[in-house]
C-alpha cells in the first residue's frame, strides 16, 4: 500500500466543527491514507469529510474499513444502502425528516465511527442534508447542577422489534467518550406514530410523569442549537466519518422529489 502524504492534502477546518480533506489531483484511493490518521482527525474534529478520492466497490470497502477495526454487521451484511424506497417499510427510506439519534441503540454494540459513501447527491436545494450535534459541547457548555441532574438519569426507549432491531431498552443519559473521556449524550429523540414509520417511544427516568414533555422538548431544542450542529450537504463522491460517540445525528427533508444514494458501515 502507497501511503498518502497528508501534508499534500487541503484541509479545510468547518464551523462549528468538521473537517474537510482534500486530494489535490481529484483521483486519490482512501486505501492510502492510514487508518490511525483518519481517526485523530474525525477524534478532532467530529466529522471528517474526503473529497477526490475514488469510491471504494462494498468489498474493498469492508475490507478497508476492518483495517479500523471489528465492523458491526446486520442482516443485510455489512453495507447498508440508503436509498429512497416508494414502498419503504422504515422512515430511513422515505423523503421525510430523520430526527437526531445514535447508531446502536438497539445494537449489541454502539459503534465506535460510521462511515458513508455518496455515490449520488441531491441537486442543489434539494435538502437531505445530514445533521450532526456535538453532544461533548452541549455538556461542556452547560451548568453543572443541569450536568448533575443529567447524571442521574436514564432514557427508556421501545420501538416495535423487529427481527433483530427493536424492542425496549433503557441507557444513561450521559455517557462517557472512549478516548477523551469527556462526557457525551446518548439521546435518541422520539419518533410520534402519526408522522413516522417504526415510531418511537421515549420515556426519561427520573423525571416526572407532568415533566416529561417539556424536559425532552427542551434537551431537543438544546441539541438542535445552531452553534452545536453542523449540517452536511453532501456532493457525489463525498467519503464521510463520523465520530458516533461524540454526536447525535440525523438528516433534513428532502424537497420535492430529490433523493440520494449513499452507503454506510459502522467500525466497532
Not at 66 to 91: C, H, K, M, R
Not at 149 to 155: K, N
Not at 200 to 228: I, T
Not at 259 to 268: E, F, N, Y
Request: hydrophobic content about 40%.
Amino acid at each position: 500500500m502507497t501511503t498518502i502524504d497528508a501534508s499534500a492534502l487541503r484541509r479545510t477546518v468547518q464551523d462549528p466543527f468538521g473537517l474537510v480533506v482534500e486530494a489535490p489531483d481529484g483521483d486519490a484511493d482512501l486505501r492510502d491514507l492510514a487508518p490511525g490518521t483518519l481517526a485523530a482527525w474525525t477524534e478532532e474534529h467530529r466529522v471528517l469529510v474526503l473529497r477526490g478520492f475514488r469510491l471504494l466497490e462494498k468489498p474493498a470497502l469492508v475490507a478497508y474499513c476492518e483495517s479500523w477495526g471489528e465492523i458491526l454487521t446486520w442482516d443485510f451484511g455489512a453495507v447498508l444502502d440508503l436509498v429512497i424506497q416508494d414502498d419503504a417499510q422504515n422512515y430511513l427510506f422515505t423523503r421525510g425528516e430523520v430526527p437526531f439519534h445514535w447508531d446502536g441503540a438497539f445494537a449489541r454494540v454502539d459503534p465506535r465511527f460510521f462511515l458513508f459513501q455518496c455515490l449520488r447527491a441531491p441537486a442543489a436545494g434539494g435538502g437531505g442534508e445530514t445533521v450532526f450535534s456535538d453532544t461533548t459541547r452541549v455538556v461542556a457548555d452547560a451548568d453543572p447542577a443541569t450536568v448533575h441532574r443529567w447524571e442521574s438519569l436514564g432514557v427508556t426507549y421501545r420501538t416495535e422489534k423487529l427481527a433483530h432491531y427493536g424492542g425496549e431498552i433503557t441507557k444513561p443519559l450521559l455517557s462517557r467518550h472512549p478516548s477523551s473521556g469527556a462526557p457525551t449524550i446518548r439521546f435518541a429523540e422520539p419518533l410520534p406514530p402519526d408522522r413516522f414509520l417504526n415510531p418511537l417511544s421515549v420515556r426519561v427516568e427520573g423525571v416526572a410523569a407532568a415533566d416529561q414533555d417539556r424536559f425532552v422538548a427542551d434537551l431537543c431544542r438544546l441539541l438542535h442549537r445552531a452553534d452545536y450542529c453542523y449540517a452536511h450537504e453532501w456532493r457525489d463522491g463525498d467519503i464521510l466519518v463520523a465520530d458516533n460517540h461524540a454526536l447525535v445525528h440525523g438528516r433534513n427533508a428532502f424537497r420535492g422529489d430529490a433523493s440520494r444514494v449513499l452507503q454506510r458501515i459502522q467500525v466497532i
